[in-house]
């Protein structure tokens, strides 16, 4: 069963504008946590930033923040005064429950997307 | 900087040949994973290896199999290749804090694999 769903296959945006990226999870764990990556043209993956579930406020990182609407299993990305260098595709992730899991986290299909000038 | 180090970067061959694909990584992390990410962008958990638990994913097929000589070190081979083994295999590790997985993952560049 899929755990993570990004709908969103693509998005264009201008430049200096805000966009937001959506991601809808499924857990039955009371705590969890979830994650969004960024994967640039050169393949390259990093970390942008992280949500707690027992956290009530939205994780902040820089022009990153997160819209995380827990009664609706929601976590969004949002990205303010986008720049060029933004245009990647932005992977959504949820880490499995403690224990045997080893962290490992579970992937949406990521969102491309696009910054024009 | 990175710090998640995968060779080789590309690799082309034939069905029916074996294959192996290393990754060493400078962090000091104790769990390390592979994932594969298939040509339309989607990853998938392969493996998830500390020193003292290997995790499977079910879905993966028994021709894959990691390979640690120690902490710093999960290797990937891959003993008959098929048509749809074709994809980026991606190196990543972690770490834990305060005993919990923060699940912050490093990865490293990948390694092509395309099969004929």
């Known amino acids: 069963a899929q755990k993570v769903t990004q709908t969103q296959t693509s998005i264009s945006v201008v430049e200096k504008t805000t966009v937001t990226m959506d991601c809808v999870y499924e857990?039955?764990?009371?705590?969890?946590?979830l994650f969004w990556y960024k994967q640039t043209a050169s393949g390259e993956i990093v970390f942008l930033i992280r949500?707690?579930?027992?956290?009530?406020e939205n994780a902040t990182v820089g022009h990153y923040s997160l819209n995380f609407q827990k009664p609706k299993s929601s976590i969004g990305l949002i990205i303010t005064a986008t720049q060029i260098e933004d245009s990647a595709v932005y992977f959504c992730a949820m880490r499995e429950g403690e224990g045997s899991a080893l962290g490992r986290l579970h992937f949406g299909a990521g969102t491309q997307l696009i910054v024009i000038p | 900087e990175t710090a998640v180090f995968q060779t080789p970067n590309y690799h082309v061959t034939q069905v029916g040949n074996e294959v192996s694909f290393n990754c060493k990584q400078t962090?000091?992390?104790?769990?390390m994973y592979w994932y594969k990410q298939d040509s339309k962008k989607l990853l998938k958990i392969m493996f998830s290896?500390?020193?003292?638990?290997?995790?499977v994913n079910e879905t993966v097929p028994r021709r894959f199999s990691p390979q640690s000589s120690d902490k710093a070190h999960l290797n990937l081979r891959i003993k008959s290749v098929e048509p749809e083994d074709s994809a980026v295999y991606l190196c990543a590790s972690s770490y834990r804090l305060g005993g919990r997985y923060t699940g912050q993952l490093y990865f490293g560049e990948g390694s092509k694999l395309t099969v004929l």
């Open positions: 949500q707690d579930s027992y956290k009530k």
């Open positions: 962090l000091g992390h104790d769990t």
């Open positions: 857990t039955r764990d009371s705590s969890y946590f």
């Open positions: 290896y500390n020193n003292k638990q290997l995790i």
